[in-house]
């Protein structure tokens, strides 16, 4: 069990926990394991120092101003998500913990040890056949900055015809559809994947199909293209593929972890080095 920290002149650390309750979004884990830390959990209050956190799910709508308002009163923002990757391979949900932003936005400490290799994801080999072209649609929510824009992937589809490219498709974000096309079986014949920042990029990576992003950031940036522009350039690079997803591990947390406080002790431990 890790021990109570305190925060300035003795003050216990305070925590506003945002997100839903119970059964996907684990509200319950988060508040253990930021109890676990030594966090006094209020509904509401100002920050009284960057330690003391608020808790918000992605950055969508009003979510955005309360994160920016608490942070210009001193405090530390945590914008959590479903994980990049989905599941491991045991099929554990994982969810995204980040500073200030998220998926690729934000900020959160890398350790030395391997937590990519704990996930058990298996990396296919570049695939060498495969000549469509999959651009992924997303839902449009997020910060302002990082939210798909309107029409994004039917306005991306335009400039690939006007570049008179064949083989290319949209799959539509599937929502709440059950019956929707599984994201494996829309990859099997692309041999690029191109995204504004959907975690659909980080599966075809594992697929060994080749990304081409288009917003500001995204959370696997450092194996991926940058821009419509580099689409006849992809990056296939087994080295910077590897980085990037070892360094996205490190955002990415099981119940159990969030539970036991382990990423909230990480982020307090590191603070006083971000960068965003």
Known sequence: MFPARRAFRGIDLIAVNTIRAEPHYRRAAFDAGLEKVGYQLRNGGDPQNRDDVILLWNLHGANEQRAREWEAKGGTVLVCENGYIGRDAAGQQLYAIAVHGHNGSGWFPV??????????????????????????????????????????????????????????????????????????????????????????????????????????????????????????????????????LRRMAHAQWRVAEIEQGEPFRRILDSIGSATW
């Open 111 to 244: 350790g030395a040890e391997d937590r990519f290799e704990t996930l058990g994801i298996q990396l296919a080999p570049w695939r060498a056949g495969g000549a469509g072209i999959l651009i992924c649609g997303q839902r449009g929510i997020g910060s302002r900055q990082m939210a798909s824009p309107a029409q994004w992937e039917d306005k991306t589809l335009r400039r690939f015809k006007e570049q008179k490219l064949t083989g290319v498709r949209i799959r539509r974000h599937p929502g709440k559809n059950a019956t929707a096309t599984p994201l494996e079986q829309d990859l099997a014949d692309a041999g690029l994947c191109v995204i504004w920042s959907s975690a659909s990029g980080v599966k075809a990576l594992t697929m060994g199909i080749p990304v081409v992003y288009c917003a500001p950031h995204w959370i696997c940036a450092g194996a991926a293209g940058h821009s419509i522009g580099t689409i006849h350039e992809p990056v296939c690079d087994d080295a910077r593929r590897l980085a990037a």
